[in-house]
């Protein structure tokens, strides 16, 4: 079956840095575009980050110029490179990747991040 797991999440202070990455099995990696979103406590769930088979990106207008995507087909493995984060920043943070058969969507078990001082 189709597995995403995050790792990387983790307590750091305004303007700090953080990689998250999310490893995937189950999927012909290499084929599928791949997300990032981020869920604050009492918000919505938004969307972060993407990266397509080509490794086109793009990101949210909350991020940019902060976040980038990245993708190792050779491992499985999607990046979020975050900088300069901020409080606002403070979410778990869900990899997330579409069936190309059916209208599933796939999500991993999130990662905590927590910028604060």
């Known amino acids: 079956q189709v597995q995403l797991v995050e790792s990387g999440g983790g307590l750091v202070q305004p303007g700090g840095s953080l990689r998250l990455s999310c490893t995937t099995s189950g999927i012909i990696f290499a084929a599928y575009d791949l997300n990032w979103y981020r869920q604050a406590p009492g918000n919505q769930r938004d969307w972060v980050a993407r990266?397509?088979?080509?490794?086109?990106?793009s990101v949210g207008d909350s991020v940019k110029g902060r976040f980038a995507i990245s993708r190792d087909n050779a491992k499985n493995t999607v990046y979020l490179q975050m900088n300069n984060l901020k409080p606002e920043d403070t979410a778990v943070y869900y990899c997330?990747?579409?069936?190309?058969?059916?209208?599933?969507?796939?999500w991993g078990q999130g990662t905590q991040v927590t910028v604060s001082s």
């Open positions: 997330n990747t579409k069936s190309l058969s059916h209208p599933i969507d796939y």
């Open positions: 990266i397509d088979t080509r490794g086109m990106t």
